[in-house]
């Protein structure tokens, strides 16, 4: 068997085995900024909980139990620590601006940029949290989602309490669209800090249709 498929085989297996919920392969080329365009395989990983402490650590230890295959097997590799657990004077925070999480996961297949500027997955929605790890490993890359799958919906933009989610549709070849009046919406996030003890809105995700059947499931399971 090709050594390329095994490593791949391994990867997500091991990953999946270890909590992982989805795990997908991309050549991303022209989205990685110069610094590592050596690495440009993205394996992403992404994690069906909710954003905290305890969904941080399992994102930690699965890109390093990838970590270690790909140094067995030779690799070279860069892990790509989340959004929410950024360390400052770093090498890897200095490519922060430079590398989008969401870049990886739409070229893996795992999901597309709704209008709420969220990655959405069509089981999941946009309730993933992700990880990514940079390498040169040969692996064989998934098919991307190229086009958004939000249609008609526009929930989020009708709902938006700050009126900050612009209505823009996202695409591969327009990766960067403006979705997200920022100012806005952390304004409005700063203002309502503390409201029901949530320090974040959320709407944008709650209301969104994709992944409410896992929600649904999820009650569920705890109230039978």
Not at 90 to 110: D, E, M
Request: charged share 25%; net charge positive; glycine share 8%.
């Amino acid at each position: 068997m090709d050594t390329a498929v095994v490593i791949d085989e391994a990867i997500r297996e091991q990953l999946l085995d270890a909590g992982a919920t989805i795990v997908g392969y991309a050549r991303l080329g022209r989205f990685l900024h110069d610094d590592i365009a050596h690495l440009d395989m993205a394996i992403s990983i992404g994690v069906g909980k909710n954003l905290n402490r305890g969904t941080l650590a399992l994102l930690g230890e699965l890109q390093r139990k990838t970590s270690r295959i790909l140094k067995e097997s030779g690799y070279r590799y860069l892990c790509i620590p989340p959004d929410s657990d950024r360390v400052k004077d770093t090498f890897v925070s200095k490519l922060y601006p430079f590398f989008a999480h969401k870049i990886a996961a739409t070229s893996s297949g795992i999901g597309w940029i709704g209008k709420n500027g969220l990655l959405i997955n069509r089981e999941f929605g946009p309730r993933l949290s992700l990880a990514t790890v940079l390498t040169d490993a040969p692996l064989s890359a998934d098919t991307p989602i190229e086009f958004s799958e939000c249609g008609d919906c526009s929930l989020c933009v009708e709902h938006c309490p700050s009126g900050a989610i612009t209505g823009g549709i996202w695409s591969r070849y327009e990766p960067y669209v403006r979705l997200i009046n920022t100012d806005k919406c952390n304004s409005h996030k700063k203002n309502t800090k503390g409201l029901s003890d949530k320090p974040n809105c959320g709407l944008c995700i709650n209301i969104c249709p994709y992944g409410r059947r896992v929600i649904k499931e999820s009650v569920q399971m705890v109230l039978s």
